[in-house]
């Protein structure tokens, strides 16, 4: 199904830091879900308004490179869990390197294709290898 924004979102984890414009001193964190060359989506553990403009430190385990930037918030989803409330929030871009986040899409892009023919080439292993007949009782 086509995405209805007009870019897709690719899937991504990611830890995020951000403070708010408003209150520079308190630093929030949160793992990004995914992203696109717009904006990211994440989780919080707190509710932040929508219209509230950050400053954020992105992060994934693939780069050295943090993508750094401006953002605002522009949807919060409350969530329940198990675990607690989360919410679920959108941000979009407002200053930002776009050739990092083309960098973080690439690279998790070819990660997540590599990981899938691992385990597709893994899978046709285990079915040319797997039990042989044994034969009747």
Excluded: C
């Excluded at 509230?52 to 992060?59: A, G, M, N």
């Excluded at 943090?66 to 953002?71: A, E, W």
């Excluded at 941000?91 to 590599?114: A, C, M, Y």
């Amino acid at each position: 199904m086509p995405e209805k924004r007009g870019y897709d979102r690719h899937a991504i984890q990611a830890k995020v830091w951000f403070s708010l414009e408003q209150d520079t001193k308190k630093t929030i964190s949160g793992e990004v879900v995914d992203i696109s060359f717009l904006g990211w989506g994440g989780l919080l553990n707190e509710n932040i308004d929508v219209g509230t403009l950050i400053e954020f430190d992105l992060s994934v385990d693939f780069l050295e490179e943090h993508l750094l930037g401006k953002g605002q918030i522009v949807h919060v989803t409350e969530l329940n869990t198990s675990e607690g409330k989360s919410f679920r929030v959108g941000v979009k871009f407002i200053e930002v390197k776009s050739e990092i986040v083309l960098d973080f899409i690439q690279i998790n892009k070819r990660r997540i294709d590599r990981e899938l023919r691992e385990a597709i080439e893994a899978k046709r292993k285990k079915e040319q290898t797997g039990p042989k007949d044994v034969g009747a009782f």
